[in-house]
């Protein structure tokens, strides 16, 4: 009997997912590589600081190291982050070179120009991609096997470009993509629903900005389909029409959301340094856990041709993109279209390594 049932898991999975890159077997083998575990953080703004913070909260690296080109605020940072040091344990220095970022098991890409108030993430690439070029082949020269972890917007071109110029296999170059904007929908509709944001299970995925869009079959609350707690509720007519219309209402709000922030304060950081702390914790520690990031389309059975990076829900583990969820067969397809439309909206702008 148990046999049958490990056949059986053992096909689902192979149905499931696509294998990306070999995970590490043994339990014990993710606890050697977990410590010493030194993580570089590039850009000592307000989005790699919040970065680091949420880093060193989670005591999950002997060693952060923080890179910037503006010397006296990076030494600035660091020295307030390392007067904390009786509350943390993780060593904290600021990098005289990149020399300093040498043998770093992640490295999070943070740098970059502010967005202006109402600038689209797109509009961003060509004032940010100048930076990249000073900024990936120096990590990778004294890091060849790290996992390049992208924040700077936009996201998922920037990614891209990343990937290009760090010569790494894909699997390795990843984004932080839409996992911000999947906890702000899960969030939201948390509220409207007066319960904890942890019972709502949703992914926001595609291009981390406009083109965005909910994967609406998966939204679950307490492990119930959303779609069927609204057919049950109401007449089949209206049902799906009430469904469609909170769900949209949410994602607008999702997509406004950090215009509205950047409105209001001039920037957003600690919920994307919540987000980076929760991937780079999957990361470090094997966790395998599904999360919509960015990474390569083409890893997506029926996208093999799609040469951009977007938003997915991967499999992280110690070696980056283990495996992608075959989500295709699952969507509706309306859900396909907006998949289809957030590529081409994001193969429209043009990336280069050069």
Request: charged share 20%.
């Amino acid at each position: 009997m148990t046999s049958g049932i490990d056949e059986a898991a053992a096909e689902l999975q192979g149905s499931l997912f696509g294998e990306v890159s070999p995970a590490i077997d043994s339990p014990g083998a993710a606890l050697a590589r977990s410590y010493p575990v030194r993580i570089t953080v590039v850009g000592a703004g307000d989005v790699g600081v919040a970065c680091a913070y949420n880093i060193l909260t989670r005591d999950i690296c002997s060693e952060l190291v923080l890179v910037d080109v503006l010397k006296d605020k990076l030494k600035g940072q660091v020295m307030d982050l390392q007067h904390g040091g009786a509350f943390y344990s993780t060593r904290i220095r600021a990098a005289e070179s990149y020399e300093d970022t040498a043998h770093s098991a992640v490295c999070i890409i943070t740098a970059g120009v502010r967005q202006r108030p109402g600038e689209s993430r797109l509009e961003l690439m060509d004032r940010n991609a100048a930076l990249f070029k000073g900024i990936i082949p120096p990590l990778v020269q004294y890091s060849p096997n790290t996992i390049l972890l992208v924040v700077s917007n936009p996201v998922d071109l920037l990614t891209h470009l990343a990937w290009q110029m760090s010569g790494l296999p894909r699997e390795r170059v990843i984004g932080s993509g839409t996992y911000l904007d999947s906890s702000r929908f899960r969030t939201l509709l948390a509220q409207r629903l007066g319960i904890d944001t942890a019972s709502v299970q949703a992914m926001v995925l595609g291009e981390h900005g406009d083109s965005s869009f909910v994967y609406r079959s998966g939204i679950t609350v307490g492990g119930v389909p959303l779609r069927t707690c609204f057919e049950r509720m109401t007449d089949a007519a209206s049902a799906s029409t009430a469904f469609y219309d909170l769900v949209k209402g949410v994602h607008q709000q999702v997509v406004a959301a950090a215009y509205e922030v950047i409105k209001l304060k001039g920037y957003t950081n600690w919920a994307i340094g919540s987000a980076v702390g929760s991937i780079v914790t999957t990361i470090v520690h094997d966790r395998r856990k599904v999360l919509p990031i960015t990474t390569h389309a083409g890893s997506l059975r029926g996208l093999e041709s799609a040469d951009v990076f977007l938003s997915l829900p991967c499999v992280l583990g110690r070696n980056g993109v283990v495996e992608v969820l075959q989500i295709l067969p699952f969507m509706e397809s309306d859900e396909k279209e907006d998949l289809q439309s957030s590529i081409e909206a994001l193969q429209s702008t043009p990336k280069k390594a050069s």
